[in-house]
């Protein structure tokens, strides 16, 4: 099928290089012409493990193309939107100009009998306005609105294998195509063909969910602080109940990324446009409680070096998650910047977003050895558990730094191998 994609960012590009490799013809179109020259040359503007051999290989196959004229799209038979809807600059809602301003090239100039399909995660409202906008100029394209829950890091594999398929319409008939698009390839996925504002309520709500889940864990390891509970120990003592579950109740240095955050926020601004904020003003304290457990990492800091001006700090991580270069709102990168905006000698290192981490905040010192970071460091912060870090072995690396204190910000260490090795370590949540 020939298809297009708007919109080269992590969802639209991972979305365009992975249907492209089922042999659909797709055409990637983006605003930004530094991006598409780079994607036309083989390059992500980002880490995506597995995404870059596939970019390859269908490059190689010429199955999809990459251009910054809208009018490419005129034989597509689907469109997906997939342009960002970021935090607005002036407050807690999100920016929708872009996705308007697409949208309405899209409609310039798509096929009368096509179907645009919104992915990105809007305002509960927003399909059913812009369906309205069809309405009113006639048009016979066909609006779906279908949310994408992808995770950073396994994207490839969430896009092959969704766990599930949202699609809002006007009309359970409008949805067939798209959802007859997503059988060919996924089987076995549970699809939900539903109206427009639950559909864009799927996936707010369970960004909020999840967002929940990790701030609630997070309020635990600030009563276990007070308290000499060890908050991890708790986690997976109610996670056992399946009813709770494990997943998403790590605690530590909390959430960040490019929609956590802001997806909870923009939700309450919505809620509160619509005279609902009691409903979400949970989400607010959420949102405080994550921002919080930054400041208990600078504040176990700072407690460790006293003063820090001068003092060397080994920060090993900047993404906001591991298998990612996204440095957006990282609590990671964060936490370094208010130590070194504090005095301290802060190095950074991260095995893959030192390039994004330094364009967003040039003035840090960056550091590709993991070796030359540590290496007279007066305190160690794990704050990204990549795989490079879990696996570091205590009695090797502690003859680098000049104290041995180190904390796990994500509580993933083997506290026990550390200690025995001659460690001091802290975290968030338990006493150690
Ligand atoms: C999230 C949703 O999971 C995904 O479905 C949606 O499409 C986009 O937003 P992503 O931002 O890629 O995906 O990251 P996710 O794996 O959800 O992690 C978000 C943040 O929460 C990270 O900073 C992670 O470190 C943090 N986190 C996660 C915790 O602090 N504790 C946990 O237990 C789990």
Redesign the pocket.
Known sequence: MKISVIGAGYLGATHAICMASLGHEVVVVDVDSEKIALLKGGTLPFFEPGLSELLSSVLETKTISFTTDITAISECAINFLCIGTPQNREGIAADLSALERAFDSVLSVAKSDSIIVGKS?VPVGTAQRLARELSNKKSDTTLNWN?????????VA?TFEPNRIVIGALAPSDARVLADFYRSFSPNTPQFITNFPTAELV?VA??AF??T??SF??AMSEIADATGADVTVLADAIGIDDRIGR??????????????PK?IRAFLARADELGLGESLAFLQEFDLINQR?RSRAVAVALKELGNPKGKKVAILGAA???E?D?VRD??ALEIAQTLAALGADVVVNDPRALASAAEKVPDLTYEESITQTLQGAELTMLL??WNEYRSLDPEKVIGLVKTPTLFDG?NVLDVGKWQTAGWKLLALGRSL
């Not at 949310?147 to 994207?155: I, N, Q, S, Y």
């Not at 997943?247 to 956590?260: D, N, Q, T, V």
Request: proline content about 7%; aromatic content about 8%; charged content about 25%.
């Open positions: 995660t949310p994408e829950f992808l995770r950073e890091g396994h994207a969430d996936k369970a960004n999840l967002a889940k990790i864990i997070n997943k998403f109740l790590g605690a530590g240095i909390g959430f960040g990324g490019g929609c956590l997806d457990a906001f998650k591991p990612s996204d990282s609590p990204t558990e994500r």
